[in-house]
């Protein structure tokens, strides 16, 4: 025998039973992974995009109609999220297809957090200057974001947009 094989020979031996113990071990390990990251997905999402799919369905030809409008009406938006402290500031200013700026409307955002909807606001915006609108969403995180930004006269919905932003601090 060369030294090789007798080093091996000498070595510990590996039985049926080891390699059962060491495959029972790798996979247990996996699953139990697999078990916290399941956990964790499902207990930090809800899935949950809109509360009714049959009634976003049925509301979608309208939805359609509306965007259509606001392409026609052409305005301008400029919208800034910046952050103040641990709060944020969104500051909108509108400007119609001849860049007038537009005042006298009803300004509503929604800031949704990116995996948890309890850190999520709402807010109207008043009118600070003409066409600019601005307010202070209190205890809001750095990280990623949805903006959603909706414009009313009456009771008709005349802009909407949704952005994704991320608030570095």
């Known amino acids: 025998m060369t030294a090789t094989t007798e080093e091996a ?3 510990r031996r590996l039985t049926g039973r080891a390699v059962l113990l ?3 071990a790798f996979f247990g390990v996996t699953f139990a992974v697999n078990g916290v990251f399941i956990y964790l997905a499902v207990s930090t999402f809800p899935g949950l995009e809109v509360a009714s799919s049959y009634k976003a369905g049925q ?3 309208g939805e359609i109609m509306a965007g259509r409008a606001q392409a026609e009406r052409a305005w301008t938006v400029d919208a800034a999220v910046r952050p103040a402290g641990d709060d944020a500031s969104i500051e909108i200013h509108f400007r119609d297809k001849a ?3 537009l005042h006298g409307l009803d300004v509503r955002v929604r800031l949704i957090h990116a995996v948890d ?3 999520d606001h709402a807010a109207s915006l008043p009118e600070v200057a003409s066409g600019t609108y601005r307010t202070l969403l209190p205890n809001v ?4 974001w ?3 930004i909706e414009a009313y006269k009456g009771d008709e919905r005349l802009f909407r947009s949704r952005n994704q932003l991320r608030l570095v601090r």
């Open 9 to 11: 020979v000498r070595g």
């Open 22 to 24: 060491w495959l029972i």
């Open 59 to 61: 509301e979608f030809e």
């Open 99 to 101: 860049g007038a700026d």
């Open 117 to 119: 909807p309890d850190h």
């Open 141 to 144: 995180q750095a990280g990623m």
């Open 146 to 148: 949805s903006l959603t």
